[in-house]
């Protein structure tokens, strides 16, 4: 270091505990806003960053307070800051946390800053032993998000970096103690590897809550999205999605000269089924319907819901006969096998309207629109019926 840079690892240790305390403020101040499945997470995440400064504070305290306080207790609530960012982790992700492969490295800390801080001092072995076990937390946080994470989503690297970079630091910190133990005589000895360790740790929990925010924040916005094209109840697509993607599919059904068909599928006498069982059978029946549904069509068919019990299948590169094959499909799966709503077992039947992209169509409605109007003809000529669009070929299917 040149003779004239001043570094004092106490006051890098008090200015990175009041950034991390200050980032775990605002984090706390923005943990009501995030979706119901990320607060767990975000609990933790502020516990960590609450934790931490409280950890190195007392390591500032080393030589002025006992030793239990500024070692042992100091290592131990780092150690759980640490355990806390990873399960921070392991809820966004909403895996179940497992604490056993973060519990084992905080006893190792806790137990080697006991026995080489209190009942044998060796500073060099509890260095080492304690590097390494925080370390070792640290990494298991890094895979927890990196398993997880989408590809795409460049911003779990944030995160993901510091935590390894961290973990990285520490490790480093236990080789280096390793090959030259006289290289740390002291924890506030100024070398690279101390100005490493208690500089570059006190900033990145500050960039890794950043990150944390940030994946909040994201998390947020996709499921605003989601819950702006997603029917509440069935978790289909709803009629707004279905209106988009349907216009989108046209276009692209045109530009490729390829067919597209829709089947307006609507469940006879649905209205009986509330009168009967009640509205939650009612609301029941809605969800085995799409699942049923689901379970007959291909991998890039879409299925939305129109509004009550009428329901949408958006079928790229269909022709009118494979449409009017599947709409059957459907339709006798539902004939041959009742519902089952809790214990009871109620048989269901659909009408299907099928229509096909002709050239006359403009609008994506106008085609939805040819659908329905096979629809009601189906539910006119009796119900339990599959009735194709005149302009897509009629067909009628009465058993
Ligand atoms: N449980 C439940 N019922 C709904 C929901 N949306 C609409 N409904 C009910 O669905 C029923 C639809 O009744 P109708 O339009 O008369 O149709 P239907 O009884 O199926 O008769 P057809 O279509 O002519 O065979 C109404 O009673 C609505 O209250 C919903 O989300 N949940």
Redesign the pocket.
């Known amino acids: 270091m040149s003779p004239d840079w001043q570094f004092d690892i106490p006051s890098a240790l008090l200015v990175g505990a009041l950034l991390t305390l200050l980032i775990g403020l605002v984090l706390m101040a923005v943990a009501r806003s995030v979706p119901d499945a990320v607060r767990p997470a975000v609990r933790w995440w502020v516990v960590a960053t609450l934790v931490q400064p409280a950890g190195f504070v007392l390591i500032t305290l080393r030589g002025g307070a006992p030793a239990w306080a500024t070692v042992v207790l100091a290592n131990a609530l780092i150690a759980f800051a640490f355990v806390a960012y990873a399960l921070a982790l392991h809820r966004f992700f909403g895996s179940r946390a497992r604490p056993a492969p973060l519990l084992a490295p905080w006893l190792v800390v806790v137990a080697g800053s006991v026995w080489w801080g209190l009942l044998v001092p060796d500073l060099t072995a509890r260095l080492v032993v304690v590097s390494l076990a925080m370390a070792a937390i640290l990494a298991y946080g890094a895979r927890t998000l990196y398993r997880h994470a989408h590809r795409r989503d460049r911003l779990h690297h944030v995160v993901g970096l510091s935590f390894a970079a961290a973990g990285g630091i520490l490790a480093y910190r236990a080789g280096v103690l390793l090959v030259d133990p006289a290289r740390v005589t002291g924890v506030f000895t100024l070398n690279h590897v101390q100005i490493l360790t208690y500089a570059v740790g006190g900033i990145l929990p500050v960039v890794a809550t950043v990150g944390f925010l940030l994946m909040g924040n994201e998390r947020s916005a996709r499921e605003l999205e989601r819950a702006a094209r997603v029917d509440y109840?069935t978790d289909c697509y709803n009629r707004r999605a279905i209106e988009e993607l349907g216009a989108r599919m046209m276009a692209a059904a045109r530009r490729h000269g390829m067919s597209l068909a829709v089947l307006v599928i609507?469940?006879?006498?649905?209205?009986?089924i509330?009168d009967e069982l009640g509205?939650a059978a009612?609301?029941e029946a809605?969800v085995r319907s799409v699942e049923r549904i689901r379970d007959c069509l291909r991998a890039d068919d879409l299925l939305g819901r129109l509004g009550?019990?009428e329901f949408v299948v958006l079928m790229p590169n269909t022709d009118s006969a494979s449409a009017v094959a599947a709409a059957e499909r459907i339709r006798e799966n539902f004939n041959a096998l009742p519902l089952v709503l809790g214990d009871v077992l109620r048989p269901v039947t659909l009408?299907i309207g099928v229509a096909v992209l002709a050239p006359a169509d403009r609008l994506f409605s106008q085609l939805l629109q040819r659908g329905d109007r096979a629809m009601y003809a189906a539910?006119n000529a009796g119900?339990n019926l599959v009735i194709a669009d005149p302009m897509s070929g009629w067909v009628d299917t009465r058993p």
């Open positions: 109840l609507d469940l006879d006498h649905f209205k009986r509330n509205h009612g609301d809605l009550g019990e009408s539910k119900r």
